[in-house]
């Protein structure tokens, strides 16, 4: 009898909480037809999270709204929805919107949507500003900012959130455009996700000359979801089918001079290692061993040279004197001040009057000259970057064991923390990372090595140490990330956030932080 009347209460309490969203959103929708813009965002951001029929066919109303802000809300309400209903009418928005933040909006709803048809729009958009769609061409006149070059890389991740490997042609040619942005890290990851095109269209650019180019290729290839389609190469394909032999061939290989050889074989034994369920493996304890710089030898340290016996000055005689002077006697007059500073005759602040004219020049005159007639210095840049192949492939050794969630794994990047390789120790604390997240887990030794380790004052490794003990699901470090959430780096203070987030700790330091002055803060 108890358990009837309770859940008749259960019903009851049911019905009257379906009863009061139903009524909260018809009011909501009045406003959002009618209210100030200001009531009409919130309304519109309101029914995103209430839901219904009703509340659907307000938010695409809304997509006609006057006011710009409240055509984004709507669409990012609808992108929460993911009412197929509302797919065509964000379509016109797309293409007839003239506003680029209500385009965006649009993309992210129509992807969230798994809207096929609008694929062909993003390929178009990836090449520029399409003729057939509506542009604010005030915008970039008034606020100096070219609107579509945020569409780009948009469309670009859309395309590859849809998997669209038609559109790796039109990619490519985007990162290669001299005149355009610069799209190598969004590019290359795009491609990384694209399939069998995808990966093609990497391993050409890590075949390049520029340097870049074949740094972030590689990168987005390690990073890549299938690690059985890493390279392309003969030499990777032979080691996918054979994986005996070829973790011993790529190995080989890791010592070879040319830095694009290494890269390769690095990629190979990645993708090995990672495709294979089995832990350890040869090619898992092949990066291991590459890390711990067991593979490649350093090189030998050069041989001191002899010291050069000291030459004795050979002063100068009477004679050369003599002849010295004779020859300054014989040196042109200058015949003017412009032809005495350029001579070098005249200090830049000194004063200098024109003997015949009687015009002074000023100590401002002088500099200006001064600078005029300064010959800049050269300075040669290299493209390849200075490093040996010991370094380098312990570098990228470090960067690529982040994709292997083994304990094992965890400790070596624990113990690389202390390398004297800046390098190393970045991509060390990067991999730990996402070895953490992977494992949902972390050894306590490594996560006491992470906070003995934020001491240091290299901002860039400071943060991934941080980004590694949010990850490291140790409920130990909480105390840690409280403090973080004072740090005056507001990077810092954003991963902290997450960190806590993570472990469910974030309630005490929740309301304070909802008032920092950063707005990344704000919103982690």
């Not at 090449?127 to 900012?145: L, N, S, V, Y």
């Not at 032999?245 to 990629?267: F, I, K």
């Not at 300075?379 to 083994?406: C, E």
Request: with cysteine; hydrophobic share 45%.
């Amino acid at each position: 009898m108890n358990h009837v009347a309770t859940n008749k209460n259960y019903d009851k309490v049911a019905r009257n909480v379906a009863g009061a969203a139903e009524r909260a959103g018809a009011v909501l929708c009045g406003i959002l037809a009618d209210g100030v813009d200001i009531h009409r965002c919130a309304a519109a951001q309101a029914l995103g999270r209430i839901g219904g029929p009703m509340t659907v066919k307000a938010l695409i109303a809304a997509l006609h709204d006057e006011d710009e802000d409240v055509r984004i809300d709507a669409a990012t309400a609808l992108a929460r929805l993911a009412d197929p209903a509302a797919a065509e009418p964000l379509m016109e928005n797309l293409i007839g919107d003239p506003s680029s933040e209500v385009k965006l909006a649009a993309i992210d709803a129509l992807v969230r949507l798994r809207h096929g048809a609008v694929v062909p729009w993003l390929t178009r958009l990836v090449r520029g500003r399409d003729a057939e769609m509506a542009w604010d061409e005030d915008e970039f006149h008034t606020g100096g900012w070219d609107d579509w070059v945020d569409i780009q890389v948009k469309a670009i991740e859309a395309l590859a959130d849809f998997g669209a490997e038609d559109a790796v042609p039109e990619i490519v040619a985007a990162i290669q455009d001299e005149h355009g942005q610069d799209l190598t890290e969004i590019g290359f990851k795009a491609l990384a996700r694209l399939g069998v095109p995808g990966r093609a269209a990497l391993v050409e650019f890590e075949a390049s000359k520029n340097d870049r180019w074949q740094q972030r290729a590689a990168a987005a290839q390690s990073d890549g979801d299938d690690g059985t389609e890493i390279l392309a190469s003969p030499m990777v394909g032979a080691a996918v089918e054979m994986p005996v032999e070829s973790v011993e061939v790529l190995v080989e290989r890791l010592g070879d001079d040319n830095r694009q050889t290494r890269l390769e074989a690095m990629g190979g034994l990645a993708a090995i290692a990672a495709g294979d369920e089995a832990w350890p493996n040869d090619a898992g304890d092949a990066l291991l061993a590459a890390l711990a710089g067991e593979l490649v030898p350093a090189p030998e340290p050069p041989e001191p040279q002899p010291e050069a016996e000291p030459q004795t000055e050979k002063k100068p005689d009477t004679v050369d004197t003599v002849e010295d002077e004779e020859a300054d006697s014989e040196l042109p007059v200058p015949t003017s001040t412009l032809q005495a500073i350029l001579d070098g005759n005249v200090e830049a602040d000194e004063t200098v009057a024109a003997p015949e004219q009687g015009v002074e020049l000023t100590r401002e005159d002088m500099e200006r000259l001064a600078h005029a007639v300064r010959q800049p210095k050269k300075r040669v840049v290299s493209v390849t970057p200075d490093v040996t192949p010991h370094q380098d492939v312990r570098r990228f050794a470090a960067r690529v064991l982040g994709d292997l969630a083994w304990e094992d794994v965890a400790l070596a990047l624990t113990a690389a923390l202390d390398d004297e390789d800046r390098e190393v120790r970045l991509a060390a604390a990067d991999s730990l990372a996402r070895v953490a997240e992977g494992m949902a887990a972390l050894p306590a030794v490594a996560v006491q090595s992470l906070e003995a380790n934020l001491i240091t004052k290299d901002h860039d490794l400071r943060l991934s140490l941080v980004r590694a003990l949010g990850h490291s699901g140790d409920p130990g470090v909480n105390d840690a990330l409280r403090k973080l959430t004072r740090d005056g780096d507001s990077f810092v203070r954003t991963e902290a956030v997450r960190g806590l987030a993570r472990t469910g700790a974030i309630e005490t330091e929740a309301k304070r932080l909802l008032g920092d002055a950063e707005p990344g803060v704000r919103l982690a």
